[in-house]
């Protein structure tokens, strides 16, 4: 292990074990179990990339270190000056060590530890909101980044996620989302459905995305105007529950066709983001 500095002054540590303690935070980044655990008590999160890396940033999101092989010194340069702005140590390791460590290849360049930021309350997420998203119990996290991903790029003002829902700062979901969770405002509410109620308050219509018989279709939904609009999504295995149904202001079905019996919830929520635009 050394240290040096770059020209933009962030202390580089070169590091040769992959036991070196300040590698902590990055250890076993695969093992889901743990790291659902630890990111959120430890109040960071694990941001992989340039591209979402420096989505962080500009979302005004602090690091609290960074981890790359040696090639990608140079090419991250503005990461290095991000770094050195916060004080944290940009940690350069040889390839064989960060496969030991996290347990993948590393080939998008960087790692970044970051703190996690304080999450938003309800109300500041959906001021001047048009358009919500609701994720009720999404279990997956790749659903979860891909309905992001989706929201963000149709024009989805918020995104809510309910307390049974994945974290969206799980590495996996901020890499599928392609870093906008990093960029669409979003919280997790911890009153599931009793803040059907709250929205509904504040103007929302809210409708839920289901395959009951008596829903109505989505070209229906769409045909309506809706100051406000709350759309609903359920889990990947039981769909919404009854309770959630119960105190919606409508029902909404996307018909299928060739005997398929419903879309992959991130695919059901892009259809009805652009239905809604
Ligand atoms: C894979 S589906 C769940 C299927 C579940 N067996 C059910 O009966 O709801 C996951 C979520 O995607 C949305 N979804 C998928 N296909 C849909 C469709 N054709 N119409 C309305 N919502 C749909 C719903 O929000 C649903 O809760």
């Known amino acids: 292990m050394s240290a040096d500095a770059t020209p933009a002054g962030a202390p580089v540590v070169r590091i040769g074990d992959a036991d070196d303690p300040r590698l902590e935070e990055y250890a076993r980044l695969t093992d889901l179990a743990l790291r659902r655990r630890k990111e959120p008590a430890e109040g960071l999160y694990i941001a992989e990339s340039h591209k979402v890396i420096r989505r962080a940033l500009a979302a005004g999101h602090r ?3 960074l981890l790359m092989a040696p090639r990608w010194l140079e090419e991250s340069a503005d990461l290095v000056e991000a770094a050195a702005a916060h004080s944290a140590p940009v940690l350069v ?3 064989a060590v960060l496969r030991e460590l996290t347990g993948f290849h590393l080939h998008r ?4 530890s970051m703190h996690r930021p304080a999450l938003p309350t309800l109300e500041q ?8 998203a609701i994720f009720d119990g999404i279990v997956d996290h790749t659903n979860l980044g891909a309905g992001f991903r989706s929201a963000a790029a149709l024009g989805v003002d918020a995104v809510l996620v309910t307390p049974t829902s994945a974290d969206p700062l799980y590495r996996r979901s901020v890499r599928v989302s392609m870093g906008t969770v990093l960029q669409v405002p979003w919280t997790r509410i911890d009153d599931w459905p009793g803040e059907v109620d709250r929205l509904q308050a504040q103007g929302f219509t809210m409708a839920a995305l289901a395959l009951s018989a008596d829903a ?3 070209d229906e939904l769409a045909a309506q105007e809706h100051p406000r ?4 999504f359920g889990s990947e295995g039981h769909g919404l529950p009854q309770a959630t149904l ?7 079905r996307i018909p299928m066709g060739a005997g398929v019996d419903s879309l992959n919830v991130a695919a059901s929520a892009a259809v009805a983001f652009w239905a809604t635009r």
């Open 125 to 132: 997420v959906t001021a001047g909101a048009r358009r919500v």
């Open 93 to 95: 390791a040889e390839e």
């Open 109 to 112: 360049g960087a790692l970044a």
């Open 229 to 232: 609009l709350a759309l609903i």
């Open 246 to 252: 119960d105190r919606v202001d409508a029902v909404v």
């Open 63 to 65: 690091p609290r270190s």
């Open 216 to 218: 109505i279709t989505l």
